[in-house]
């Protein structure tokens, strides 16, 4: 654990605070923590808190505390756990798990740039009643909650796609609205021919100025222009466009949607009922509006005796990444949320006494006027030639414990579509054990329904497989509580 | 290469759960234990713990013990303790199950590793502070308190399984 928290964002308080206030401060903000959530041990947010607090509140540490600020100031605050200190050697390949935490290091929300929003809303004959009904009506609260400094641009597609707002600022509210009533819906899901027009009112204003996404809505599946779909979201990701796409029911493709998403670092969700369309845009729409550092990256220059098996981002939204390549697109900085993500790595250590693992990252701080800024922090890890028992911290302990349920899902319907029923089932029976044992009482339910179903019938429904898929994704925000706020 | 204890899959050594079974690698300390046959009664309705589900083992007479590992099966009256170990004259041990034969010792099982009870209350199985502890379905059991057995379920002493079935 490196020591570069800002202790006084932390506080909120300012850096030149009088002890009673660091009291005051660090009173109200641990009493705003559920008492179960009160173990620094489990909870990042909370660990910080009490870290601050015992830091700031002895003059001789705070004073040495300043010094190294003074030394090295820092706009993100990186923050890396491991799961080991040590490999054997001779082991062969080990797994090394790795949680960073990249948060804001100002507490103060910073005026951050304006949006350039745009909405991009499936209207095919499926969409017709609740769903659209509910999508206008969030709509038209998102179109509230902008500012006039904001743009927003509105598609709607089916079999073609249908430009109902242009690219505009926000500040005829009536005019807007009066459009989004003249949508109706018909026709098939032609998602790549609502993604381009949205794409291209995105781009009629300076990407540099403003912070730039796509939202998609949809309720079906796409035929044909999946891949093209993908490639053009790559490229807008290359012009700093950022995509979160929300499916409605049950019957769309989440593999396709989570690729469509995977380039921007942005994350796609399951909407189950209409009723949560409006919460869902709400909150993608605030998280925007809470950007701080964008267009993160992790940069791949691990040695050589290192590969990725597995990376998911657990905070703000999880979402699966692709650990590929030598840049890692992993999302935003909120002010309000860190950004969490965790690496199953392999390490094959070599016929050395240490490997050192430099964990570096990429970001712009608009409000900073940092660009593509790199920072990172050095890892050490020394090989013992025998194996030593492992001591993780509990937060990772934690967070891959959720990753395992996860996965257990994923391999229980990738073993479902090989055509193993009776694996299958079996992996979905254990599923159903750990959730309940980790007191997850509603997915378990889930997932005993789907082992029933398998068991007797030897199928599936597209409902419960989504459910259980978002569900065991969201355990991550639940449980880990990486929300500083919340 | 490491072994889940649960589902006895292949694990890379620094793995913190069994990505087959879900299983925690961590040992005892993350271990989730199974409920304590007297929590389990306090949490339900006496009458039907006792009177309903209970019934089969309270009217039990004998017992049998089927080890996969060495195809042996060994049938037992019900007494008020069966003793499960191996056995060490020396040290004056002598279990009424001796898992010596059926790869007790590579299998961690202690000389004095659980006692089954037999008494009113029904059948119960008690795991002794063994060194590589009990497991009842999968469950490690807590060291000296009594869970009830039910004919067919699946006990686990160290790595040796053996199952069991009460008529």
């Not at chain 1, 598609?155 to 707002?165: G, I, L, M, Q």
């Not at chain 1, 994923?410 to 089932?425: I, N, P, R, Y």
Request: a negative charge.
């Amino acid at each position: 654990m490196n020591e570069s928290a800002n202790y006084y964002a932390v506080l909120g308080v300012a850096p030149d605070a009088s002890q009673e206030e660091i009291e005051r401060a660090a009173r109200r903000l641990g009493e705003q923590f559920p008492p179960a959530a009160r173990d620094p041990l489990v909870n990042v947010a909370y660990h910080q808190l009490a870290r601050a607090y015992s830091v700031l509140s002895d003059p001789e540490q705070r004073a040495a505390y300043d010094a190294e600020r003074k030394r090295q100031p820092s706009v993100l605050d990186l923050q890396v756990y491991t799961s080991r200190s040590t490999l054997a050697a001779g082991e062969g390949a080990q797994l090394l798990y790795v949680l960073a935490t990249l948060a804001a290091s100002e507490r103060e929300q910073e005026a951050s740039r304006p949006l350039n929003l745009c909405l991009v809303f499936d209207t095919s004959t499926s969409m017709a009643g609740e769903r659209l009904e509910r999508i206008k009506a969030a709509a038209r609260r998102v179109i509230e909650k902008l500012s006039t400094r904001d743009v927003i641009s509105i598609v709607t597609f089916s079999d073609r796609a249908t430009v109902v707002v242009p690219s505009c600022r926000v500040n005829n509210h009536a005019l807007l609205v009066a459009r989004l009533n003249t949508i109706t819906a018909s026709g098939g899901t032609e998602i790549l021919s609502g993604l381009e027009a949205g794409v291209n009112e995105l781009s009629k204003v300076d990407p540099e100025q403003y912070i730039n996404h796509l939202i998609l809505m949809t309720d079906g599946h796409t035929y044909g222009d999946e891949q093209e779909s993908i490639a053009l979201m790559q490229h807008a990701a290359d012009e700093r466009v950022t995509m979160s796409a929300f499916g409605i029911g049950a019957d769309w493709n989440d593999a396709f949607l989570d690729r469509l998403v995977t380039p921007s670092g942005g994350h796609s969700a399951y909407i189950e009922a209409p009723a949560e369309i409006v919460t869902y845009l709400q909150d993608q729409v605030q998280a925007l509006g809470a950007t701080y550092a964008e267009n993160v990256h992790f940069i791949w220059n691990l040695p050589v005796e290192v590969s990725c098996k597995y990376l998911i981002r657990l905070s703000p939204f999880a979402q699966p990444l692709r650990c590929q390549g030598a840049f890692i697109p992993l999302g935003t900085v909120e002010t309000t949320a860190p950004l969490a993500v965790l690496f199953e790595l392999a390490v094959d250590p070599p016929r050395a006494r240490e490997v050192e693992l430099f964990l570096e990252f990429e970001a712009t701080i608009p409000s900073r006027g940092l660009i593509n800024k790199r920072f990172g922090e050095r890892v050490t890890l020394s090989v013992v030639p025998e194996r030593e028992p492992l001591v993780p911290p509990p937060l990772i302990v934690r967070a891959v414990e959720m990753l395992t349920l996860y996965r257990l899902n994923e391999k229980a319907w990738a073993e479902f579509e090989a055509g193993d029923v009776k694996q299958a089932t079996r992996r979905m029976g254990r599923l159903t054990q750990r959730l309940v044992d980790a007191g997850h009482t509603e997915l378990a339910e889930h997932a005993l329904q789907e082992t029933q179903r398998l068991e007797r019938q030897g199928t599936s429904t597209m409902e419960g497989r989504k459910r259980l898929k978002y569900g065991t994704r969201s355990l991550f925000t639940q449980t880990l509580k990486l929300d500083t706020d919340d | 290469m490491i072994r889940c204890s649960e589902c006895n899959a292949l694990i890379i050594p620094g793995a913190l759960y069994c990505n087959e079974c879900g299983a925690s690698l961590l040992g005892n300390g993350e271990m989730r234990e199974a409920q304590p046959f007297v929590e389990k009664e306090a949490e339900m309705d006496r009458p039907r713990l006792v009177g309903q589900e209970m019934n089969p083992t309270v009217e039990a007479e004998q017992i049998t013990f089927f080890i996969p590992f060495s195809g042996r099966r060994i049938r037992l009256p019900l007494q008020p303790q069966i003793r499960i170990g191996r056995t060490d004259p020396s040290a004056g041990h002598e279990p009424e199950l001796d898992l010596t034969d059926d790869g007790g010792v590579g299998g961690g099982v202690s000389r004095c590793h659980a006692d089954i009870q037999f008494s009113g209350e029904g059948v119960v199985i008690i795991d002794r502070d063994s060194t590589n502890g009990t497991y009842l379905n999968g469950y490690r059991l807590p060291p000296e308190l009594p869970y009830p057995l039910h004919s067919g379920d699946e006990i686990r002493l160290g790595e040796l399984l053996v199952h069991v079935f009460i008529e």
